[in-house]
């Protein structure tokens, strides 16, 4: 896991803290740990302020896998909202955790169960605070 500031805005930590004291919420695996942590270190700003190029809940963006060149597509969802197939990544998955609040020209290292991930983040398709909404 990389050691840049990370941004998150108020309310999506609000929401994410919920998540995570839900009950049931399994805290004794280590991604949802990684997430507690990253939520606790991150800068908290009001959602008028999140810079554009930040990757906030429900942004999308193209990341690069630097060890095979691969680009991937894809937005940081709610649990409820997960859908692979569509490119939609929980937040509470691996890479979904390690996207959020990172921001273009970004390298992550995360580990996921088939071992270490590095990727970049090349551009912020789309972020709601950017396009006014603050609703989602």
């Not at 050691?3 to 309310?11: A, K, N």
């Not at 507690?36 to 999140?50: D, F, H, K």
């Amino acid at each position: 896991m990389s050691e840049r500031q990370i941004f998150v805005t108020s309310e999506d930590r609000k929401r994410l803290e919920a998540l995570l004291d839900a009950p049931g919420a399994a805290l004794d695996r280590e991604d949802m740990r990684d997430l507690a942590r990253e939520l606790r270190r991150a800068t908290v700003v009001p959602a008028v302020e999140i810079p554009a190029d930040v990757i906030t809940m429900n942004s999308t963006a193209r990341l690069v896998d630097l060890d095979d060149g691969a680009a991937h597509l894809y937005t940081v969802v709610y649990p409820q909202d997960a859908n692979f197939s569509e490119g939609k990544i929980s937040v509470l998955a691996p890479v979904g955790a390690a996207m959020l609040g990172y921001r273009v020209g970004d390298e992550i290292e995360w580990m996921v169960p088939a071992g270490l991930r590095r990727l970049r983040v090349e551009e912020v398709v789309y972020q709601p605070e950017a396009a006014g909404d603050f609703t989602r």
